[in-house]
């Protein structure tokens, strides 16, 4: 079965950096476009960044641009983020998921989640 596994998290002061992985198995990997989502507590899951299959084309929420990049090695089958200049607001838990191949901005398969806690 489908399975994503991040690994990461921790806690970071503000303005330091933080580097998520998310390893992937049970699926081929190249062939679907994977995105980052974060939940913080009492708050709705938010779309973080995205990483398309094909051209590695990739889009951010307005929130990281600038400070997050999100790449992938299709060879070792992972996901990545990195995460720079980091404020106490990007505290919450981050999800990798792969998005469906068919309909577009729809994630059929989730990670667990690590958790990133910044603190001021």
């Known amino acids: 079965q489908v399975q994503l596994r991040e690994s990461g998290g921790g806690l970071v002061q503000a303005g330091g950096s933080l580097r998520l992985s998310c390893a992937a198995s049970?699926?081929?990997?190249?062939?679907?476009?994977m995105g980052w989502f974060r939940q913080a507590p009492g708050k709705e899951r938010e779309f973080v960044a995205r990483i398309s299959r094909s051209d590695f084309s990739t889009s951010y929420a307005d929130s990281v641009k600038g400070r997050f990049t999100i790449s992938r090695d299709n060879a070792k089958n992972t996901l990545y983020l990195q995460m720079r200049s980091l404020k106490p607001e990007d505290t919450a838990v981050y999800y990798c998921?792969?998005?469906?191949?068919?309909?577009?901005?729809?994630?059929?398969?989730w990670g667990q989640g690590t958790q990133v806690t910044i603190s001021s």
């Open positions: 998921a792969s998005e469906s191949r068919f309909v577009s901005g729809r994630y059929d398969y």
């Open positions: 049970g699926l081929t990997f190249s062939n679907y476009g």
